[in-house]
């Protein structure tokens, strides 16, 4: 089974500073023949679902504001928040969706400094 | 409006059943692999099981294989989980999930909560 870690656990960010997730899985989510990394990041607000932000490791998904991206290939990756606002706080979740079972991160709570 | 509203959760003794519907609406459900994830409140997501569009594959986490069955009918537009042998690490809110290409969930639900206690 893939296993996916992030770092840090919690993080405090100002308002307007740049926030950094980290994720890596134990194996490579990087499917060779079509040069895609099978994963994602979701944003999950207390009493809410989650949301899809990232897809393919870089792909943001449509309405998502144009200050969150990812980064990264094979074992690790990054979402990058470029400047936070007031409803970016929010615990971040990555998940692989390279093989059964599709694992998630642990979570990563993102607060104000 | 696309949407999805699970249903059939609540408290029920260790070693009872549940089972679990989610009732989709505004988009063509039987074109899309559809998922169950669950979270114990406070902690984080965890996966459960997925089914293709057409029911004919499944898959499941190895904490409740054998115990969960996840299922679905596309006439209805609805997918089920069924629970049994529920133990109290069962207990948690239940999403159903859209996965858009198979792949990531695009659309969630708000959640059923499961509660396994005597």
């Known amino acids: 089974d893939i296993v996916m870690t992030q770092s840090p656990d919690s993080l405090a960010v100002s308002l307007g500073e740049r926030a950094t997730i980290n994720c890596k899985s134990s194996?490579?989510?990087?499917?060779?023949?079509?040069?895609?990394?099978?994963l994602a990041w979701y944003q999950q607000k207390p009493g809410q679902p989650p949301k899809l932000l990232i897809y393919w490791a870089s792909t943001r998904e449509s309405g998502v504001p144009d200050r969150f991206s990812g980064s990264g290939s094979g074992t690790d990756f990054t979402l990058t928040i470029s400047s936070l606002q007031a409803e970016d706080v929010a615990v971040y979740y990555c998940q692989q969706y390279y093989d059964a079972p599709y694992s998630f991160g642990q979570g990563t709570t993102l607060d104000f400094k | 409006e696309v949407q999805l509203v699970e249903s059939g959760g609540g408290l029920v003794q260790p070693g009872g059943s549940l089972r679990l519907s989610c009732a989709a609406s505004?988009?063509?459900?039987?074109?899309?692999?559809m998922h169950w994830v669950r979270q114990v409140p406070g902690k984080g997501l965890v996966w459960v099981s997925r089914?293709?569009?057409?029911?004919?594959?499944?898959s499941y986490a190895d904490s409740v294989k054998g115990r969960f069955t996840i299922s679905r009918d596309n006439a209805k537009n609805t997918l089920y989980l069924q629970t049994s042998s529920l133990r109290a690490e069962d207990t948690a809110v239940y999403y159903c999930?859209?996965?858009?290409?198979?792949?990531?969930?695009?659309?969630w639900g708000k959640g059923t909560p499961v509660t396994v206690s005597s």
């Open positions: 194996q490579s989510v990087l499917y060779t023949s079509n040069k895609k990394n099978y």
């Open positions: 089914i293709n569009s057409d029911g004919s594959s499944t």
């Open positions: 505004g988009f063509t459900f039987s074109t899309y692999w």
């Open positions: 999930a859209r996965y858009r290409l198979g792949f990531f969930a695009d659309v």
